[in-house]
T-cell receptor, first 113, second 115 residues
Framework: GNSVTQMEGPVTLSEEAFLTINCTYT??????LFWYVQYPGEGLQLLLK?????DKGSNKGFEATYRKETTSFHLEKGSVQVSDSAVYFC????????????FGAGTRLFVKA | DAGVIQSPRHEVTEMGQEVTLRCKPI?????LFWYRQTMMRGLELLIY????????DSGMPEDRFSAKMPNASFSTLKIQPSEPRDSAVYFC?????????????FGEGSRLTVL
């Protein structure tokens, strides 16, 4: 079945550091890939997405590239801010999964001033 | 436009009591999902509806859980009787259209504590 694996947290960085959160997936067919972010006390919200191989999703300085050859969708940001502290979820959705969105376990990010 | 609205935001109850969680999806969205979030198991899909019809309830943990969607603007998730292991944050989400590119829109969640 479809699944998503992402790096365990928490990840603790200083402000302006470079961020990478790894995500790999298993799926048949051609899934769409997503990163969602959850701020404390809130629901998840879409951060970025990519719908086909080699697509790059980007938003708010975050980027992720859909790599079919490595089945990966790593999240990166060049310079994190304290306000980026949150939990980040990698997710996939595919027709073979009945259009259900499958989430990874989430990675908590702490950014120190 | 209002987002997905859930109520109550917090619920504390005693074991054995009935719990009802409510959700109003975004107007015009034809898919509605119920997720449960815990530290141990992460985000689990419980059930989802398309045009008010339950499509997949394979994630519902047991018969104590039930969900309904009587119309396009309202859904409930009921637990009867509740148990301490049901303590979690329950999220409702909605989306538009049957594609694999559409995003989910989440409510703020209902935090349930069963004593």
């Amino acid at each position: 079945g479809n699944s998503v694996t992402q790096m365990e947290g928490p990840v603790t960085l200083s402000e302006e550091a470079f961020l990478t959160i790894n995500c790999t997936y298993t799926a048949t067919g051609y899934p769409s890939l997503f990163w969602y972010v959850q701020y404390p006390g809130e629901g998840l919200q879409l951060l970025l997405k990519a719908t086909k191989a080699d697509d790059k999703g980007s938003n708010k300085g975050f980027e992720a590239t859909y790599r079919k050859e490595t089945t990966s969708f790593h999240l990166e940001k060049g310079s994190v801010q304290v306000s980026d502290s949150a939990v980040y979820f990698c997710a996939l959705k595919s027709v073979t999964g009945g259009f259900k969105t499958i989430f990874g376990a989430g990675t908590r990010l702490f950014v120190k001033a | 436009d209002a987002g997905v609205i859930q109520s109550p935001r917090h619920e504390v109850t005693e074991m054995g009591q009935e719990v009802t969680l409510r959700c109003k999806p975004i107007s015009g969205h034809d898919y509605l999902f119920w997720y449960r979030q815990t530290m141990m198991r992460g985000l689990e899909l419980l059930i989802y509806f398309n045009n008010n019809v339950p499509i997949d309830d394979s994630g519902m943990p047991e018969d104590r859980f039930s969900a309904k969607m009587p119309n396009a603007s309202f859904s409930t998730l009921k637990i009867q009787p509740s148990e301490p292991r049901d303590s979690a944050v329950y999220f409702c989400a909605s989306s538009l259209g049957e594609t694999n590119t559409g995003e989910l829109f989440f409510g703020e969640g209902s935090r349930l504590t069963v004593l």
